[in-house]
Nanobody, 127 residues
Framework: QVQLVESGGGLVQAGGSLRLSCAAS????????VAWFRQAPGKERDFVAR????????YYADSVKGRFTISRDYAKNTVYLQMNSLKPEDTAVYYC????????????????????WGQGTQVTVSS
């Protein structure tokens, strides 16, 4: 199995930037697709971004497209979420999740499609 730990959350002002990290241990993350989800108070856990196991493809929710960037560093066994131009509505607990990579087509933007989850990191954007 793989263990995931998020870090980098905090309090930022609107328009600011923050970089979240998802560090893996237990197994190499190189063969896993990794996604970021977020959950605001009273809301469902929503898809934010995903990167394929090969790192060649990325996908973003419309609400963050153009502002957030997902990337991965295989040497550090870590996936990042660079968040720019943050808005108050980005406030949420952010989770990273992993699933075994495959060659099968699919968007994989639902929580039940992921096997491993981190504990979450709080991101608060003030106005």
């Amino acid at each position: 199995q793989v263990q995931l730990v998020e870090s980098g959350g905090g309090l930022v002002q609107a328009g600011g930037s923050l970089r979240l990290s998802c560090a893996a241990s237990g197994r190499t993350l190189s063969s896993y697709a990794v996604a970021w989800f977020r959950q605001a108070p009273g809301k469902e856990r929503d898809f934010v971004a995903r990167i394929s196991w090969s790192g060649s493809r990325t996908y973003y929710a419309d609400s963050v497209k153009g502002r957030f960037t997902i990337s991965r560093d295989y040497a550090k066994n870590t996936v990042y979420l660079q968040m720019n131009s943050l808005k108050p509505e980005d406030t949420a607990v952010y989770y990273c999740a992993a699933r075994p990579g495959s060659y099968s087509p699919g968007s994989y933007q639902r929580t039940y499609e992921y096997d491993y989850w981190g504990q979450g990191t709080q991101v608060t954007v003030s106005s």
